[in-house]
């Protein structure tokens, strides 16, 4: 998120940094190799240099599966699609503190969304058509929302966005430490995806330092506002764990339930434990 001027910036540098590497396919985490490593490093500190030079923030959201999704038995019945989709415009809503963006200049000012292409009509429609409603949402009529989804190979800026959330995802999950039956060690791919991990998180942390004066930072948990609603907004960086309203806990995600190569064995669904008022 940034400045039109700001975010055309960026978008020409990662173009130009994937030209003058001779790279024709698309800048995904699932295309990292390393022959590309060097290349996938150069595109993170080059966003990285955005967002510590100029006005472009980060927001990245994810699922904690250890969080179980309790439906309400009074709402009719939804597809892991439709809770995904609901999932983004709440991010849309939330994440980006649009509600606090400056006074518009004039009679309004333009919010320019551009979402990664998705095979369901109906449900880019509903997530386009609730994205446009959010000036009144938010009691900003003075903005206006341009919302639209594009394919990635269009956008550097989407692509980047997709090496961030999938090298947390692989972190995350520790996919350095799986291994197949007979293998010892790291393999190649895992090598280099565990190289590039660790820089981003490396990257992530220094600027939550110099942006937050925060010494420690947390990969997998949500952001905290430092006091203020407009942080949504100003901080540079911010994560966000979703957990639903309605859980229950599976506790087989967690830690000491996993087997030492980090794989999950079984379900071990807990209610959720529920602090007294005078706990913290």
Known sequence: MGPKADIDRLELKLFEIVSNHGYKWEVKWKNLSPRWLRLYI????????HLTNYE?????????RSFVYVPDPDEPPASILDVEFKMCFQFLKHAFGIKFLPPAVGNFD????RLDNH?????????????????TILTRTDLEIDCSHVCSKRLMRIQICDVMAGAAGSYGNRMHEKRA??????????????????????????????TRGKSAFNWFESTGM?????????????????IPSNYMIDKGWQNDHLDAQGNYIRPDIVAPQILEKDEF
């Not at 472009?56 to 904690?64: E, G, I, P, S």
């Not at 880019?124 to 000036?135: I, V």
């Open 42 to 49: 150069e595109l993170v500190d080059e966003l990285f240099v």
């Open 56 to 64: 472009v923030r980060y927001r990245q959201a994810f699922r904690d």
């Open 110 to 113: 333009k919010v320019v969304i």
């Open 119 to 135: 095979s369901s009509q109906k449900h880019k429609k509903q997530l386009t058509d609730l994205a446009e409603k959010l000036p």
């Open 181 to 210: 039956p007979g293998q010892r060690g790291m393999g190649t791919y895992q090598k280099c995806r565990y190289i590039l991990a660790k820089h981003i998180y490396a990257k992530l942390h220094s600027l939550n330092n110099l």
């Open 226 to 242: 430092d006091g203020s609603q407009k942080n949504l907004l100003s901080h540079k960086m911010r994560i966000w764990k979703f």
